[in-house]
């Protein structure tokens, strides 16, 4: 496990020095954090040194780090957005364009639901890459080369919607929506989730942000056969202020296509299956 120690920038000189003699250099603007593994031998060291001098620092989870074997292994991995691409249009209208907003909480976000295409501004380049997720509402958008990989490949859960530029709706070449259509039962009662409960002011609809950066999702063996290539979880997760949304696991079909085809700007996390 990964976990960033971030520090006050009243300390910038002291902590320099007494990260020095464990190999450790700050990052320091704009956050003057570090980064260290959770079983590192330093890693009990730094922090009891930290304690001893009265230094405050705050300390979380970046992300869990799985073995290759471990990756190779996993029925189900969450799939989680590593690049992002483009804005819906218009800025400030685009929900009531592509989305259903009669059942959204006006707090969250939650019980959102998308009807129609996604409209975005003239695309700038994708690059080299695949796979991206659109900015604000995180919904996957594929090239060409990656839809006719999924399609040849038979994968199941999804379908590709047309993206549409909005200014006059002509469809977009070569970039698709990667529209994840089946939708999880619940989790494992055991799942355990980050709770955000810190967040001032509360959110007044009582929908509570959680996210997994130091736990894995977790199912129970017997809902698998509601599994499909690519899933919606049924719960909705994030640890932002608005957005809270469901988040996608993927077969090991998926992992694996994705690695034989060098499909980058997406990272996986296994998930546990329990009997």
């Known amino acids: 496990m990964k976990t960033r120690v971030k520090f006050s920038t009243d300390y910038r000189m002291d902590i320099k020095d007494i990260l ?4 450790l250099e700050p990052v320091v603007p704009p956050l003057y954090y570090i980064t260290v593994y959770r079983d590192e031998e330093k890693y009990a060291s730094l922090v009891s040194e930290l304690e001893k001098r009265n230094i405050k620092f705050n300390e979380f989870p970046v992300k869990m780090i799985f073995s290759k074997s471990e990756m190779n292994r996993a029925e189900f991995l969450k799939m989680n957005m590593a690049g992002y691409w483009g804005y819906p249009k218009p800025e400030d209208g685009y929900l009531n364009e592509s989305y259903d907003v009669s059942t959204m909480c006006p707090h969250c976000g939650q019980g959102i639901r998308q009807v129609k295409p996604l409209l975005v501004g003239k695309p ?5 890459r695949d796979i991206a ?6 919904e996957w958008l594929v090239t060409a080369r990656l839809r006719d990989l999924i399609e040849r490949a038979g994968l199941t859960g999804a379908e590709f919607w047309p993206l549409l530029y909005f200014r006059d709706r002509t469809e977009i070449k070569n970039i698709s929506e990667l529209k994840v259509t089946n ?3 619940p989790m494992s009662p055991n799942a355990e989730f980050e709770v955000r409960d810190k967040e001032n002011p ?3 609809c009582g929908h509570v942000p959680r996210t997994f950066c130091a736990h894995q999702m977790k199912y129970l ?3 698998l056969s509601s599994f499909m290539d690519f899933n919606l979880t049924n719960e909705h997760l994030g640890g932002g202020w608005f957005h809270l949304g469901r988040s996608t696991i993927v077969s090991s079909a998926v992992f694996r296509l994705f690695n034989q085809n060098k499909i980058g700007r997406v990272t996986f996390d296994p998930v546990i299956v329990e009997d």
């Open 183 to 185: 939708i999880l039962p």
């Open 221 to 223: 063996r017997k809902d």
């Open 124 to 128: 700038g380049k994708f690059g080299n």
């Open 202 to 204: 509360p959110r007044p």
């Open 20 to 23: 020095a003699p464990f190999g």
């Open 133 to 138: 997720a659109l900015n604000w509402e995180f």
